[in-house]
T-cell receptor, first 111, second 113 residues
């Protein structure tokens, strides 16, 4: 069974530029999560989707971050404009029956 | 609020040593508790879980017991191997939170031969 796919694996941008990350969850998983993992910290939930609807986006900085999940499958997370403190690994996870499966993450460096 | 606190790392052990990584939690209600592991260059993987008080989760020689009275879920292994070198995350979820996980800060384990 294919796992959660994310791209790109690595991205380096200047501050104030924009960036987008893509996630393809495990087939059949209705719930999709985006987490932000800053170096030395545990992952923090940014947004949770159930199919193509948002369940929880209370921790998403909506002035610069946006996410969508069209057709209830793939999802994209966008940051515009990026700040230095956005440097982190962005993890996508999907779940079925309560167990979360994580992708390898997309590492963002903002210079 | 709900939170998880882990012992700070890095933890460095010799092969075959006994491992304990402490984890305590604060939660409104009765959480389910998890340990996730992140090997170098890989994604987070579920290591073990426990869903109610006194439950013991176990996998790959690792164990953790859900202690409601001390709000703890310490990870233990009797004899670590070099291949256990990774970052370990304790996490919780609450039944009414849609499955979202709240993580501790992670503990890096390095096992030397």
């Amino acid at each position: 069974e294919a796992g959660v796919a994310q791209s790109p694996r690595y991205k380096i941008i200047e501050k104030r530029q924009s960036v987008a990350f893509w996630c393809n969850p495990i087939s059949g998983h209705a719930t999709l999560y985006w987490y932000q993992q800053i170096l030395g910290q545990g992952p923090k939930l940014l947004i949770q989707f159930q199919n193509n609807g948002v369940v929880d986006d209370s921790q998403l900085p909506k002035d610069r971050f946006s996410a969508e999940r069209l057709k209830g499958v793939d999802s994209t997370l966008k940051i515009q404009p990026a700040k230095l403190e956005d440097s982190a690994v962005y993890l996508c996870a999907s779940s079925l029956a309560g167990e979360l499966f994580f992708g390898e993450g997309s590492r963002l460096t903002v210079l | 609020g709900n939170s998880v606190t882990q012992m700070e790392g890095p933890v460095t052990l010799s092969e075959e040593a006994f491992l304990t990584i402490n984890c305590t939690y604060t939660a409104t209600g009765y959480p389910s508790l998890f340990w996730y592991v992140q090997y170098p260059g890989e994604g987070l993987q579920l290591l073990l879980k426990a869903t109610k008080a006194d439950d013991k989760g176990s996998n790959k020689g690792f164990e953790a017991t859900y202690r409601k009275e001390t709000t703890s879920f310490h990870l233990e292994k009797g004899s670590v191997q070099v291949s256990d070198s990774a970052v370990y995350f304790c996490a919780l979820t609450l039944y009414n939170q849609g499955g979202k996980l709240i993580f501790g800060q992670g503990t890096e384990l390095s096992v030397k031969p």
